[in-house]
């Protein structure tokens, strides 16, 4: 079983669409995280959601939305993409984050990689 | 801001060889990371290290961190082909009311091992 999944997996979409990327867990952690890795390979945390607490990266654009059904799911809805939004985007899950005596390892998904035309 | 420096961001070496990655940080921390990535993949944890002195090892890989410098290392003893990836390191700080708002990563050290 995957622990953390995210689909789709490929995204291919023009500039202007609105698009969403599914994210789920079932390690039964409390808190959810997205992250954005460019053609470089450099990693950005985009938002994490804890118990309906959503903190935000204040770089990212409000054309992007995190949106959690429940504790387990954090999708990702982007609005009039542009050509910068391609990525590849990482959802990530982890535990303990209130405790910093824990190790709060997160885990990662497998990626979606976005292109937009 | 917090800043995490990696270097080198480019590593190739021969099977066999020992080598070091570093990586600084700009502001106290609670935790650190090291991460592995193989092209095209998500990431691996490989070691959390909570403690100043905190030394782990798996394998052929070894970390440690020295909070008062800032600086954690990942060493590579004996390297072998297999360990050819882009490795991580990141660290994250908790907010005083609780919530964390994610990883900070370094730009990652490409690390190539040829036969």
């Known amino acids: 079983d995957t622990a953390v999944s995210q689909t789709p997996k490929y995204l291919v979409t023009q500039m202007g669409n609105d698009k969403s990327i599914k994210c789920e867990q079932n390690?039964?952690?409390?808190?959810m995280y997205w992250y954005k890795q460019d053609s470089k390979k450099f990693l950005k945390i985009m938002f994490s959601?804890?118990?309906?607490?959503?903190?935000i990266n204040e770089t990212v654009p409000n054309r992007f939305s995190p949106k959690s059904p429940d504790k387990a799911h954090l999708n990702l809805h982007i609005n009039s993409l542009e050509l910068g939004d391609s990525a590849v985007y990482f959802c990530?899950?982890?535990?303990?984050?209130?405790?910093?005596?824990?190790?709060?390892?997160?885990?990662f998904g497998a990626g979606t990689r976005l292109s937009v035309l | 801001e917090l800043k995490v420096e990696q270097n080198p961001l480019f590593l190739s070496m021969q099977e066999g060889k020992n080598y070091t990655i570093y990586c600084n940080y700009s502001?106290?921390?609670?935790?650190l990371y090291w991460y592995r990535q193989d092209p095209g993949k998500s990431l691996e944890s490989l070691f959390v290290?909570?403690?100043?002195?905190a030394v782990k090892q798996e394998g052929r890989l070894m970390a440690s961190l020295d909070t008062k410098a800032r600086l954690s290392t990942l060493h590579i003893t004996a390297a072998v082909h297999d360990l050819s990836a882009t490795y991580f390191c990141?660290?994250?700080?908790?907010?005083?009311?609780?919530?964390?708002?994610?990883?900070?990563f370094g730009k990652g050290t490409h690390l190539i091992i040829q036969p």
């Open positions: 959601y804890n118990n309906k607490e959503l903190i």
């Open positions: 502001t106290t921390s609670d935790r």
């Open positions: 390690l039964g952690h409390d808190t």
């Open positions: 990141a660290v994250d700080i908790l907010y005083s009311g609780g919530g964390a708002d994610g990883l900070t």
């Open positions: 290290l909570l403690s100043n002195g």
């Open positions: 990530a899950s982890s535990q303990d984050v209130r405790d910093y005596r824990a190790k709060n390892i997160q885990y």
